[in-house]
């Protein structure tokens, strides 16, 4: 995925400068690979995403949700679930 990606790429290069626009091989490829171009160009988004937001977190991160449930209750599903906030100043006295 990573060489057709490429591919587009400079093809994409290529035609932000002019060059090569009516070239039907290079129309033909951009064409069939162009949903792995956005693949990964998704991907180097998402990891730019995930760096910032380590950044803005820190290490220590975003504790999880504390979820719970009752497996035995009063209708055929069960009892009580809860989702619990941790991050949440009052999580003990708030569910979600």
Do not use: C
């Not at 060489?3 to 033909?28: C, H, P, S, T």
Request: hydrophobic share 40%.
């Amino acid at each position: 995925m990573i060489w057709k990606a490429f591919a587009v790429e400079v093809i994409r290069q290529l035609w932000d400068q002019g060059l090569y626009r009516q070239n039907k091989v290079l129309q033909q490829i951009h064409s069939n690979w162009f949903n792995d171009w956005v693949e990964w160009r998704a991907q180097q988004a998402m990891k730019d995403v995930d760096r910032q937001a380590k950044e803005f977190l820190g290490e220590s991160g975003v504790p999880d949700p504390v979820y719970s449930e009752t497996t035995e209750g009063e209708t055929a599903l069960g009892g009580e679930m809860r989702l619990t906030a941790p991050w949440h100043e009052d999580h003990d006295e708030r569910s979600l």
